[in-house]
């Protein structure tokens, strides 16, 4: 597959026309971070925007104890880092590869004198950015007034959601970074997880979860109350 064919297939991009599409082609840096490798850190000049084309990105900021929060993780097609683009302000947070990752670089500068010249770009950025705020004002509602129970829920049930409602689900980030993206540490989610087995809610196999009783993990979520 070409390098447009590759940027075509971001949904991002996908509406965009092939004169388009060659356009970014010659604009974009394509690069490899190895597992753990830093991408950019918070306060960093933001010189331009990411899109994941294999593995995955945390986006997570980290507390004056040394705390890491996990705000975000991102997979294949999912852009990040694409608000300094627009507003000119440095990186709010930090970004790392949680395992080795190709992702495309978009250069602001050059990003910008396109968008310039094809607004149709900017459309499709903005309809990102809206469901990005979205998320994290979700996000921030869970940490903020949902217990640690709810917000597991909340967590299964999205992962259900994102693979066609399937009650089967394989969890793709580890236990300790599944905690850190809920705001809790790896032996309260471990204690939650094995209430909710005993519960009778969900079944547990290392990675796997098999949901049990939906309506009653979704009354979890939707109160946002502990067990």
């Known amino acids: 597959m070409g390098i447009i064919d590759e940027i075509a297939a971001i949904p991002l991009f996908e509406s965009l026309s092939r004169k388009h599409l060659g356009e970014l082609s010659m604009i974009v840096v394509d690069q490899i971070f190895k597992k753990g490798q830093e991408i950019f850190s918070e306060g ?22 040394g705390r890491e929060q996990i ?20 990186f709010p947070a930090s970004a790392a590869s949680i395992e080795q990752s190709r992702i495309f670089f978009f250069p602001k500068e050059a990003f910008v004198k ?11 950025m903005l309809a990102v950015l809206s469901m990005r705020l979205r998320r994290f004002a979700n996000l921030v509602e869970d940490l903020s007034l949902k217990e640690v129970p709810g917000r597991l829920a909340a967590y299964l049930l999205y992962l259900s959601q994102k693979n066609q409602n399937s ?10 970074q599944l905690a850190s993206l809920l705001g809790t540490i790896p032996e309260t989610l471990s204690r939650i997880l094995a209430k909710m087995k005993k519960n009778g809610l969900i079944d547990v196999d290392g990675a796997r979860i098999k949901i049990l009783d939906l309506e009653t993990l979704q009354d979890i979520a939707d109160a946002g109350s502990g067990l």
Do not use: C, M, N
């Open 44 to 65: 960093d000049e933001g010189t331009g925007f990411y899109v994941v084309v294999t593995g995955r990105v945390k986006i997570y900021k980290v507390s004056w104890e």
């Open 71 to 90: 705000l975000h993780i991102f997979g294949p097609g999912e852009p990040f880092g694409e608000v300094p683009v627009f507003t000119g302000q440095r």
């Open 167 to 176: 009650l089967d689900l394989e969890l793709d980030i580890s236990k300790t």
């Open 114 to 124: 396109l968008i310039r010249r094809e607004p149709e770009l900017a459309l499709g």
